[in-house]
C-alpha cells in the first residue's frame, strides 16, 4: 500500500510480452511499486514464438543460399548441403530460452513483483491472480493477440504460427495460407530450408498495405525462388487422406500438403481477461479502445501493444510502454509516435519500407516517384533467380520531402533504419543528393536515384 492511495501497487501490468516488460520495468526504476502477471512466456511474442525464433530460422536459410551460391565464386564441395533441423531446433529453444529468462530476471532485478499466472479483472481496481486477488491504482492490459482460424470444416488439421517452433522434423509438402508477414515470411525460410512450399491468399498481391510495386516485386520473388505462389485462393475445407492434408479452395483448386499453417492474422487476446468486471469497452474486433493516452473508456486503465491492434510490431509496442513507465511516474510526460515507423518482411530477399507508399502519396498530392531496379554484384556472378533488387523514393513535388522510401532486395531492413531517420526527421532529396554514397554498395542508390521514374498524384491536386 502506498501513502497516496490504498492499493497493493502503483501499476499493475497484464501481460509480459514486448509491451508490458518495458512498462514494468521502467516505471520500477523509476521508483514505482509495480506488479506484473505473465500467463505463458516471459517476453511473449517476440520472444518466444515471434521475432526471434523466426529470425533464428530466415538466418538458418540464409546459409543454405549461400552455400549454393558460393560455387559461383569457386568454393567447392559445396553443392550438395543438408539441413540438420534438430540442430536448429536446440540452437534456436536455447536463444529463445536464454533471452526469455533475461526478461524474467530484468524484472526481478529491479524490484518488480512478477507473477506467473492468468490474470483477470474482478473489478476496476482489482485483479485475479490464482488464488490470490491485488489490487491497483492504475492497471495497463498488454496482452498481445492470439492467431486467427479461418472456420472452415477441417481447420483442427492445420497449425498455427506457434507451431511453426514445435516441428521436430522439416515438413516434406507445406501448405501456407494467408498472404501477410506471416505467410511470406514462414514461406521464405521453409523453402529455403528445403520445403516444398505453396503459398495461397485471397488477393491478387501478397502483403497487402506496401507499396504496390513492392507487392507485386514479392510475388514475383517468392515464384522465382522456387515458392508455388497461388493468388486470389480462399480455403474452404481440409481433410485428412492418410497422412496427406488435402485442402480444397473456393476455386475449385485442391493442394496437397504435409501440413497447412494457417498465417491468416491474428485478434487481441481479450477473451477470457474479464473485461466486463472492470466495464471496459472494446472496438469491432475485440481490440481494446483507447485514446491518445492509451487509456480505456476507464480513466485508470490503459492498453498497449498489440491488445489495441495499431501498429502490431515489437519496437511499437516496446516505444510506447517505454513513454507511459516516463509519463506516469518519471516526471516527463511524451508520447511515442505512431507515424513514419519502419517496417521489414523477412524474406529471401527481405522487404523494407518506411512512410508512405506511393499510391498513399498519390491521393494526398503531386510526388515525384524515384526507383532504381537492378542485379546485386553477387547475383551478377551466381546468377540466381528472383534476388532483383528495388529501390524507390516517394518525394513530395515542389517541397522535394521525402515522403516514403522502399525496398525489396538483400540487407534493405539493415540499410532502412538509416532511411527511417532521414524519413522522420523530414529530410529531402536534395539533402540525400548531398550525401556522397558508400562504393560499391547497394546502399548507395540511395543517394544517386537522379531523375525521377515518373510523377503521380497531379489529380489528388486539382480536386483539393
Ligand atoms: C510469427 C511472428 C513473427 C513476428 N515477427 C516480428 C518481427 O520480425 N518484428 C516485429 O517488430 N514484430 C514481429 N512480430 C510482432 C510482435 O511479436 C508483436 O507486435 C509484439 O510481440 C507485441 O507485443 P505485446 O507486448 O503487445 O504482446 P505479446 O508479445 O504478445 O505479449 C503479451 C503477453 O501477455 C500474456 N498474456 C495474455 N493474456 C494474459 C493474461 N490474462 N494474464 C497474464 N498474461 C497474459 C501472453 O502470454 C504474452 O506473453 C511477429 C509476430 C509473430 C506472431
Ligand atoms: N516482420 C515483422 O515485423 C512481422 C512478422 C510477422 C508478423 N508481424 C505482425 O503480426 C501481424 C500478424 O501477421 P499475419 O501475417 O498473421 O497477419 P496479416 O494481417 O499481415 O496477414 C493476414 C493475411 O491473411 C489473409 N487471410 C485472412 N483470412 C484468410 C482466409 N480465410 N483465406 C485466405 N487468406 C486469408 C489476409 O488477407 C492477409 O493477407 C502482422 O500484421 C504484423 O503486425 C510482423
Not at 500500500?1 to 514494468?24: E, K, W
Not at 491504482?137 to 479461418?150: L, Q
Request: hydrophobic share 45%; proline share 5%.
Amino acid at each position: 500500500m502506498s501513502a497516496s492511495h490504498p492499493y497493493d501497487f502503483d501499476l499493475f501490468v497484464i501481460g509480459g510480452g514486448s509491451a508490458g516488460v518495458r512498462l514494468a520495468r521502467i516505471s520500477a526504476t523509476h521508483g514505482a511499486k509495480v506488479g506484473i502477471a505473465e500467463a505463458r512466456f516471459w517476453g511473449g511474442t517476440c520472444v518466444n514464438v515471434g521475432c526471434v525464433p523466426k529470425k533464428i530460422m530466415v538466418q538458418a536459410a540464409e546459409y543454405g543460399a549461400w552455400a549454393e551460391d558460393a560455387a559461383a565464386f569457386g568454393w567447392k564441395n559445396l553443392d550438395k548441403p543438408e539441413h540438420d533441423w534438430p540442430t536448429l531446433v536446440r540452437v534456436r529453444d536455447m536463444e529463445v530460452a536464454r533471452l526469455s529468462g533475461i526478461y524474467s530476471r530484468m524484472l526481478a532485478g529491479v524490484g518488480a513483483e512478477v507473477f506467473e499466472c492468468y490474470a483477470q479483472f474482478v473489478g476496476p481496481h482489482e485483479v485475479r491472480l490464482g488464488e490470490r486477488v491485488v489490487s491497483a491504482a492504475r492497471i495497463v492490459i498488454a496482452v498481445g493477440g492470439t492467431p486467427v482460424r479461418p472456420e472452415i470444416p477441417g481447420a483442427d488439421l492445420a497449425l498455427i504460427s506457434d507451431d511453426l517452433f514445435t516441428l521436430k522434423e522439416r515438413p516434406r509438402r507445406v501448405l501456407i495460407v494467408g498472404g501477410g508477414y506471416i505467410g511470406c515470411e514462414f514461406s521464405a525460410l521453409l523453402h529455403g530450408l528445403g520445403s516444398e512450399v505453396t503459398l495461397a491468399f485471397r488477393q491478387s498481391l501478397p502483403l497487402r498495405g506496401f507499396d504496390h510495386e513492392i507487392r507485386e516485386m514479392a510475388a514475383e520473388s517468392l515464384a522465382a525462388d522456387g515458392i508455388t505462389v497461388l493468388p486470389g485462393e480462399t480455403p474452404v475445407a481440409i481433410t485428412l487422406e492418410g497422412e496427406t492434408r488435402v485442402t480444397r479452395m473456393a476455386s475449385g483448386r485442391v493442394v496437397e500438403s504435409d501440413i497447412v499453417l494457417f498465417a491468416t492474422g491474428r485478434k487481441p487476446a481479450t477473451r477470457g481477461l474479464n473485461l466486463d468486471a472492470a466495464g471496459i469497452n472494446c472496438r469491432e474486433g475485440a481490440a481494446i479502445a483507447v485514446d491518445d493516452d492509451h487509456a480505456t473508456n476507464i480513466p485508470h486503465i490503459y492498453a498497449i501493444g498489440d491488445v489495441t491492434d495499431r501498429v502490431n510490431l515489437t519496437p511499437m509496442a516496446t516505444a510506447v510502454g517505454h513513454a507511459m513507465a516516463d509519463s506516469f511516474f518519471g516526471l516527463k510526460p511524451r508520447r511515442a509516435s505512431y507515424e513514419n515507423v519502419p517496417k521489414a518482411v523477412f524474406t529471401a530477399p527481405p522487404i523494407a519500407s518506411v512512410g508512405l507508399s506511393e499510391e498513399e502519396a498519390a491521393l494526398r498530392g503531386p510526388a515525384e516517384i524515384y526507383t532504381t531496379r537492378f542485379t546485386p554484384m553477387r547475383h551478377t556472378i551466381t546468377r540466381r533467380a528472383g534476388r532483383k533488387t528495388l529501390m524507390k523514393l516517394v518525394v513530395e513535388a515542389g517541397t522535394g520531402v521525402i515522403l516514403g522510401a522502399h525496398m525489396m532486395g538483400e540487407d534493405a531492413p539493415e540499410m532502412m533504419q538509416g532511411v527511417a531517420v532521414a524519413v522522420v526527421n523530414g529530410l529531402t532529396k536534395a539533402q540525400f543528393d548531398a550525401t556522397i554514397g558508400i562504393h560499391p554498395t547497394a546502399a548507395e542508390e540511395w543517394v544517386t536515384m537522379r531523375v525521377a521514374t515518373r510523377r503521380v498524384g497531379e489529380g489528388a491536386a486539382k480536386a483539393a
